[in-house]
């Protein structure tokens, strides 16, 4: 089962991830920009992804993804912990990070520096 420090270790491997607090839950972002905000209850995880990401992981595992409530119009997927792998999750949090990363950092994350 994921747990909340699984999540902080994998959010903060990404380059210049940072841990902050959003709502006074923890938080991470890259420079200003949030890519990741855990539930007040610790199950749950908003994550940044697009509109067609969020339907194709809501539609394809809905025991997992969900888009919907204070989420719905924003650019968030929540990812329910305890139905999670940590190897799906780390990718779910790239690439969130990825789009909110600056450009720049992508490209030498890409580039595997």
């Given at each position: 089962m994921v747990t909340v420090?699984?999540?902080?270790?994998?959010a903060l491997a990404l380059p210049q991830a940072e841990e902050a607090l959003s709502s006074g839950t923890p938080a991470w972002?890259?420079?200003r920009r949030l890519f990741a905000h855990l539930?007040?209850?610790?199950?749950?995880?908003?994550?940044?992804?697009s509109k067609p990401a969020r339907a194709a992981l809501s539609t394809a595992e809905p025991d997992k993804y969900t888009v919907g409530g204070e989420q719905a119009g924003a650019r968030?997927?929540?990812v329910r912990l305890a139905k999670v792998e940590p190897p799906e999750l780390r990718e779910v949090l790239t690439q969130?990070?990825?789009?909110?990363a600056p450009r720049r950092l992508v490209k030498l994350?890409?580039?595997?520096?």
């Open positions: 420090e699984t999540v902080r270790t994998l972002k890259v420079g539930s007040a209850d610790g199950e749950s995880l908003a994550v940044k992804a968030m997927v929540v969130a990070w990825r789009s909110s994350f890409d580039a595997g520096q």
